[in-house]
């Protein structure tokens, strides 16, 4: 039979090592949607499938939504971490565009494309929503299920 002693070192060295633990869960979630192509809080959402190109530019027409490169999926992780909060989050300047959606107006700066001068000009976008990124229901279940198991393991494990 443990002490309480014992129990109190066993749920303070558990509740030291959660934080990380729970942003490495947020984050797998978040990686997910990528995979799943879908957002999922009380239901998956799927995301909308990307257009079809009809000018003949350099678009993928195959593979994931939102997976060119795969920059913005490698860039999701843990920002910052406290005793009582778990912030995720990624630096990458689309990612708000993608996660929130986009519908407006939108500058170009003079640039050189394929040896011609594109001069300065603004343009209408509409970005559909596709979020990775959230407050979900099923991640607070995921969440929630996880730090119960742990505490539950870190009490028990000194046998009580």
Request: glycine share 4%; charged share 30%.
């Given at each position: 039979m443990a002490t309480f002693k014992e129990i109190e070192q066993a749920l303070s060295q558990c509740l030291t090592?959660?934080?990380n633990q729970i942003g490495t869960v947020a984050v797998n979630f978040a990686k997910q949607r990528f995979v799943s192509q879908n957002w999922h809080d009380t239901t998956a959402e799927p995301w909308q499938p990307r257009k079809r190109n009809r000018r003949g530019g350099k678009k993928?027409?195959?593979g994931a939504i939102l997976v060119d490169s795969g920059r913005l999926k490698r860039s999701i992780r843990i920002v910052s971490t406290t005793t009582a909060t778990v912030t995720i989050g990624t630096d990458v300047a689309y990612a708000q565009i993608h996660n929130d959606g986009f519908d407006g107006i939108?500058?170009?700066?003079?640039?050189?494309?394929?040896?011609r001068t594109v001069r300065?000009?603004?343009?209408?976008m509409k970005m559909p929503r596709r979020r990775f990124l959230g407050d979900s229901a099923e991640l607070t279940r995921l969440?929630?299920?996880f730090i119960t198991n742990e505490l539950n393991f870190a009490i028990n494990e000194k046998g009580i």
């Open positions: 090592t959660l934080p993928r027409q195959k939108q500058s170009v700066r003079a640039h050189s494309r394929k040896g300065a000009h603004t343009r209408h969440l929630t299920e």
